[in-house]
Each structure stands twice: as structure tokens, then as C-alpha cells.
């Protein structure tokens, strides 16, 4: 099933971007873009910033993970220390001890989380080792003291060294707590790590979940915007166009049919007044008397063609009266009845609740006429053609309205689909005396009446042409009600 519609439109134009709309289609593409560049912009910010984070946090903590070492080799050149001053007992190296021991002690107190809370130290492991390690410090150095403050000469014989045993076992104890200190480095630097690891990794799970939803989001905005804006804006356009164009091409056919109906309209009537006459001479010879009704019905048959071509090229400006649907049809079957019937044909009117319009009932009946004309000649043999009316819901003027539809159903054999491509096309026929300019006249006059002519047809069963046509609303008189329930 397919509509076709005939009503005012305004001319479509091409696109001006400075226009509103167009201003609109701007602002929304320099949005999108601007939303996209920003978010590449930002995830591209963001993964900047936490390989930087990355390098700060692992320098950073990788620094506390050095305390063991500082530890041990502080420890080292202790050692080394009082093992020369044990063997020679030299004050000098006495006095390199104790400027290593005491810087040694101050760097320890101030890693150690009980004596400094601003301490790198972050783990219980490490911050427990540490302390212990202090302690075992303090430990290692009063043993080294009282090996100065003994008496004992310097040491000369394997005897003599047994005065480094304490001090050689609270060196080893510390060798052991810097071990036990190092492995919760390494216990804190592998937690350490692997926090870091996953906090960065949900970062980045985020920033890219966030950018996607993002991108998303752009692109379904952008794609209800086409749907819902852009691309009926663009139907209408195109539609709007293509009716310009249409009515461009009907405006100038219709002025050059005018001016050739107008030059053939002369001669006709010298052909008609020559035809009365030569009727008369010829009136006694029945051969001639053929011959001249075979040329009138064709100076008729080229009249009528005329008359419809200046109705389509100059279709006067109705005049809008109030009409009744049942009566206006009414007056069409009592038009067009004893013709049809003599066609096998039968012309019905369908009883409806009345309904009132405003129209010219002259153009009017012109259009039943055209469309019940078209009906009868798409029947082959016997049929019938119905008219009905009803009232509904239609937009006229951009507006839903109420409305009246006068119909003109046939029970023929339908219009092709090749037909119906051009079903509108003036001088489009497909009868061979057809004119071609029955249905662009009654859509000319339709649309003059600020209405709609629409038409369902399905091969092999039939079409249904409709006339849609504003309603009047107003409550009929007592007199209407009383013809209307006599009727």
C-alpha cells in the first residue's frame, strides 16, 4: 500500500551553514571534536603521569632499601678499624674508630622509627629489625670500648687476640641483624611492588574503562542527534528539493500548455463554424454526413483537451462555502449514475453519519467526477464504484487536525507499479485517448482546498482514492438534524 500526498509546502532551499541550524550543526561538530581531543589529550596526560610515578616511587623507595647496605659497609670499616687498633694499639686508629662508630650511631638513630617518626621506614618487619639493630649497636660499641680500656699490650700472638672474641661475636651479631634487616627490605620492597603494580594497573583499568565509556557516550549522542536531527532535517531537504523542482517543471509546462491551448482555441472554433456550415450543404449525401460526425467528435475530443489544459495551467482560487458530504455525493451519483450504468457499471453511496467541510462544490465535484471517470475506465466490464466518507485525524498545514475523507473506491483491476511510478506526471496516460491530466488537475484543486489526496491500490483488486479535507466542528441546526434523521 502506498499514500500519496499533494499539499502546500514552503520551497526547500540549499543549506545555508550561517542559518540556526546550521549554527547548531557547528557548535555540535566542534563539540565532539573537542570532547575527543580532550580525552585523548587526557589519557595521554595520564599515562605520562604514572610512569612518572612509577620512577619517583620505585628511586624513592629504593633508597630505604638501602639502609642494610649502609648498615653493613659502615660495619665493615669498623671492624677493619678496631682490628688495626687491637693489633697495634695505635691512638690514631683509635681516634678513626670512634669518628666512624659515632657518625655511624648518629645515621642510625635517625633511620630509626622509634627515635624518628619521619623515618622511610614503612613495614613492622623493617621498623622492628631496625630497633633491634640500634640496640645491638649500642652493644657493639661498648665492647669496643672496653677493649680500649683494657691494659693489655698489642697483640703479638694468637693468645693475645682472644680479647677480640666478645668484640668478634657482637660484630657477628650485627652482621646478623643487617641480614634479618635486609631480607624485610627485600620482604617490604616485594609487597611494596606488587601494591604499587596493582594500584597503577587499576589506574590504567579505569582510565581506559573511563575513556571508552566516554567515547561511547560521544558517539551515541552523536548518533541520536543524526537520527532524531540531522537526518530528518536532511529527508525533509531532499523531499523539499525534489518538490521545488517539481513545481519549478509544472509551473513552466503549465505556462507554455496555456499559451498553446490558448493558439489552438482559434482555430477550433474557425473549424467548428466551418463545420456548421459545411453540415448544411451536405445534409442530402449520408457518405458526407458521416465524415462531418467523425470531425465534430474530434473538434469536441480537442476542445475538451483544452479545457483541461488551461484548468491545470490556470486553476481558478475556489471559493470555500460549507458543504455536507452526504449531499455533495449525493449530487455526484445523480451525475454519473445513468452513464455508468449503461457501462455495466454501478455507482453507490455507502450511509455514514454526516459530516460538514468547507470546500467549493464546484472544483469539488470536478475532482469526484475525474477520480469516478478514472474508476470506471480501470473496470473491465461490469464492477462497482463506491462512495463513502468518514472522519479522522490528518495533518494539514504542519498541524493534526480533524478531518474529512471523501472516498472513491472501484472494485477494477488496481494501478501497476510501473503507473503508479508516474501516476501523477501530467500527460502521463494509460489509455489511449487519454489527456493524462485528470489526477494532476484534481491534485491542483486539492491543494487549493489545503487538503490531501491520497490513494491505496493492490493489483488485481481494486484502488481507493481519498479526499482529505479540513472538518468544520461547529454543531449542525435543529433543520440539519431533522433533514439528516429524514434522510
Known sequence: MRVEQNKPSTPAYPMNLKSPFGLRLWILVVSIVLVAGGTIYGLMF???????LETKFNSSQLQSFQLASEVRRGLSSLNNSMLSYAL??????????????????LWIDNHDPSLNPHSVLTTENERQAFKELNHAYDAYLGSARAVHTNTLPALVSQTQLA?????????????DLVRKLADAHRAAEADFF?????????????????????????????????????APLRTKLVQSQSLLERQQKLATLGTLAAGIAHEIRNPLTSLKARLYTLRKRLAAVPEATKDTDIISAEILRLERIVHDILSFARPSEPVLESNEARTLLREVQGLMSANLEGRGIKLVVEPSPDLHF???????????????????????????????????RARLGGHQKDAVVLEVSDTGQGISHEAEKRLFDPFFSTKETGTGLGLSIVARIVERHHGLLQY???????????VVLPRETQAPTLVEVAQNTSA
Open 46 to 52: 595520564a599515562w605520562s603521569r604514572i610512569q612518572q
Open 456 to 466: 491505496q491500490t493492490l493489483p488485481g483488486c481494486g484502488t481507493t482514492f481519498g
Open 163 to 175: 680479647q677480640l672474641d666478645n668484640f668478634n661475636e657482637q660484630a657477628q651479631r650485627m652482621r
Open 194 to 230: 606488587k601494591s604499587s603494580n596493582g594500584s597503577l594497573a587499576n589506574i590504567r583499568t579505569v582510565l581506559i574503562a573511563s575513556v571508552v565509556m566516554l567515547l561511547a557516550l560521544v558517539a551515541a549522542m552523536a548518533w541520536v542527534i543524526y537520527r532524531d536531527t540531522i
Open 358 to 392: 468547507k470546500a467549493d462544490s464546484g472544483h469539488l465535484k470536478q475532482v469526484l467526477v475525474n477520480l469516478i471517470r478514472n474508476a470506471a475506465e480501470a473496470i473491465d466490464g461490469s464492477g462497482t464504484i463506491t462512495l463513502r466518507w468518514r472522519a479522522v
Open 88 to 105: 697495634v694499639r695505635d691512638p690514631g686508629q683509635w681516634a678513626q674508630f670512634e669518628e666512624v662508630s659515632n657518625d655511624l650511631d
